[in-house]
T-cell receptor
Framework: GAVVSQHPSRVICKSGTSVKIECRSL??????MFWYRQFPKQSLMLMAT?????????EQGVEKDKFLINHASLTLSTLTVTSAHPEDSSFYIC????????????FGPGTRLTVL | AQSVTQLDSHVSVSEGTPVLLRCNYS??????LFWYVQHPNKGLQLLLK??????LVKGINGFEAEFKKSETSFHLTKPSAHMSDAAEYFC??????????????FGTGTLLAVQP
């Protein structure tokens, strides 16, 4: 149980285009989802926290207009990288909580974004 | 602010020998601490967690960690390494006082290599 999927696993796009990444909880309802960014050979940095039906809370330094997060249902959150540039190339990982009383985050396999 | 420091970026062991991955934490509260493992092209998997219960925590795949408040450490150990243990390991502390929705703060990771 507690499986989180991400789609796509890899995406290559041209500079200036927008890319949408999906994060789904497959066998549980996720009240809260998190989006992380991981640079090569570095740790994960939290970008934002999203709760179903409400606006995401962004970490300091993360541009909310560039990284649009939508948590429209209890099983789906999306991250849209708008007007992507090469510096946005990274590994994006989502995680999900099954509920506030369940304190384990379940992570997706990640999405490798390459912006040319 | 809470933080974790992973003292070794790379650790190499021979198959069948013990594994020790070191982690020190900084926290104003009684922390919640986790170890996650990341295999290539796979999502992060929770190995074990400490949330103020028993100080010796047993996890999956034969791993365990001991919470030592006097040393502010939470080192990960395994008596006998297996080739399949080769991966990146992250020590993680949860920010704030309690609260499953509080963000996770990741260490910089330790890459474990297992030699045949």
């Amino acid at each position: 149980g507690a499986v989180v999927s991400q789609h796509p696993s890899r995406v290559i796009c041209k500079s200036g285009t927008s890319v949408k990444i999906e994060c789904r909880s497959l066998d549980f309802q996720a009240t809260t989802m998190f989006w992380y960014r991981q640079f090569p050979k570095q740790s994960l940095m939290l970008m934002a926290t999203s709760n179903e039906g409400s606006k995401a809370t962004y970490e300091q330094g993360v541009e909310k207009d560039k990284f649009l997060i939508n948590h429209a249902s209890l099983t789906l959150s999306t991250l849209t990288v708008t007007s992507a540039h090469p510096e946005d190339s990274s590994f994006y990982i989502c995680s999900a909580l099954a509920g506030v009383m369940i304190d384990t985050q379940y992570f997706g396999p990640g999405t490798r974004l390459t912006v040319l | 602010a809470q933080s974790v420091t992973q003292l070794d970026s790379h650790v190499s062991v021979s198959e069948g020998t013990p594994v020790l991955l070191r982690c020190n934490y900084s926290s104003s509260y009684s922390p919640s601490l986790f170890w996650y493992v990341q295999h290539p092209n796979k999502g992060l998997q929770l190995l074990l967690k400490y949330t103020s219960a028993a100080t010796l925590v047993k996890g999956i795949n034969g791993f365990e960690a001991e919470f030592k408040k006097s040393e502010t450490s939470f080192h990960l150990t395994k008596p006998s390494a297996h080739m399949s243990d080769a991966a990146e390991y992250f020590c993680v502390v949860r920010d704030g006082y309690g609260g499953a929705t509080n963000k996770l703060i990741f260490g910089t990771g330790t890459l474990l290599a297992v030699q045949p």
